[in-house]
């Protein structure tokens, strides 16, 4: 259906192993977040801000749209669509928007498609703060349910376990991974036990998949029907998961984990807890924990505690792996990224995000106070970014794929509309806290672009003021003392003489034997081959103009790249080889492009990126660092 613009996932740069161990694996990181939606989904929709009657009517309606809501959303657009569209392997919203960018080329829909994409990206980081806050709660919560005296431990308890949560990142989670697949196994296998136990005293419940209960529910009391979208979509969050950990486990393995283990499980919890409710309608106050006879409520709150971590990880880890791809792409300026394994490299920790959560994430332990509360603000950023990813899979059945246009009208007309309802009903909740997750959007969107516009301006100043290379050799390559050893100067764009170059010139007054000017590109694939990575220049009197390529997954070693370099005079040696870098002080100024603030904004920016010295790996004892100012 995918044509073949766009191959399948099954060479994924992360598949290594067997389906069935990759699909547990799958089952352990990938569905974290919406493994733990029974905490919090169906509570919230009876006692949440728009509370409904529990009856048979409200019941019924409520799990037919959830049934339908995971088969709709989760099954057929992620699992059986947007799946498809893997950038070599990997997902998520950085990864489809450069394949998407690839493909097009340069339209007049391309900014708008890049402003989705950023968009998205902006929005997963208020989802990435709420996650942690409302799973960790919810699941501390049950504690109330097994005596209700413990009530003022849930907060201090809850903030204790995030705040271990942070502090472990710096240590890496390969040890810790290795649990995930069999602690979320037995939880959902617990799902599962607790559902049918419940399910058997209201067999007839299953008939919520007959879609005319939820049309029914709408029938009867519309308002208050799209009102419990809000809180029906809560069984979803997570499903982005699923495409943006595509690259760890491939497509069929979280096709297979989702259809036969996760899906099955979630439906019979869910099940369950209707059932419940039919005999209890008292218990809607905390239906999962509820299912559990009372002498397994306690170990039902450790091991439900256990997957909130183990949820509140993979968002974290999430949060790691889209900030390096949005630095490699150039929407953030560098970034310090420390690798926590020697073997896998998709594993890094980055302290600057790593803390900014925390504070975040307490900030709203501390504010909202409880799973309930947060539940108001949690929903927006999630159907927002579905939202756009709808739109975004409507460019790529339109333009890269090519589906027969009233196909490609059809699926996303119809997801439009779903996406959209679930948007607008949440939407009435921003007053409630719905605020904070747009808020923080907002200021990631407005960090993100500000950089990347940054930097294009940047460029365009830097080109219009560089010398000629050519001309730059003809007048000063034969009339400067020479030096033994290679020189490389670092460049951003591959036109002209670089500053540093031209500042050594004028302050040293020489030239290297050998001088290379060298420009790291990232190209908008996950991974490249290692041959072609370089392409190099010949200008002559010992100038060679050298590209480093390499992919938005990837973490650059010029050190080491150049080791592989031959084509630029011979083999390049460690001990004679200097680095020269410019570091320009930006001077905001009236010049067009953009605000006075936002230049002020991405001045600081470039202030206190990460030194290219250590982002590039240079051996400290060889660079030699230029300074110059710009006016942008």
Known sequence: MAGNDVRTSSGAPGEHGSLPSLAFGALGVVFGDIGTSPLYALKESFVGHHPLAVDPVHIYGVLSLIFWTMTLVVTVKYVFIIMRADNHGEGGSMALLALIGRRMGETRWTPAVAVLGVLATALFYGDAIITPAISVLSAVEGLTVVQAGLTPLVLPIAIVILIALFVIQSFGTARVGALFGPVMAVYFLVLAILGIANIIRHPEIILIVNPWWALHFFEIDPKLAFLALGSVVLAVTGAEALYADMGHFGRRAISIAWLYAALPCLMLNYLGQGALLLDQPEAAQNPFFLLAPEWARLPLVILATLATVIASQAVISGAFSVTR????????????????????????????????LLALVMLLVLGFGSSSNLAAAYGIAVTG???ITTCMMGVLTFSVWRWNPFLAGAVTGLFLVIDGAYFLSNATKIPDGGWFPLLVAAVCFLVLTTWATGRRIMRNYLREDAMDLELFIKSAGASLKRVPGTAIFLSSTTEGVPPALLHNVKHNRILHERNIILTVRTEDVPHLPFDGRTSAEDHGAGFYRLILRHGFMENVDVPAAMKAVHDCGGPIGVADTSYFLSRETLVPSSRPGMAIWRERLFAWMVRNAESPMAFFKLPTNRVVELGSQLEI
Do not use: K
């Open 325 to 356: 791809q949005a630095v490699q792409l150039g929407f953030l300026p560098r970034l310090r990224i420390l690798h926590t394994s020697a073997s896998a490299a998709g594993q890094v920790y980055m302290p600057l995000i790593n803390w900014t």
């Open 385 to 387: 970014t579905m939202l």
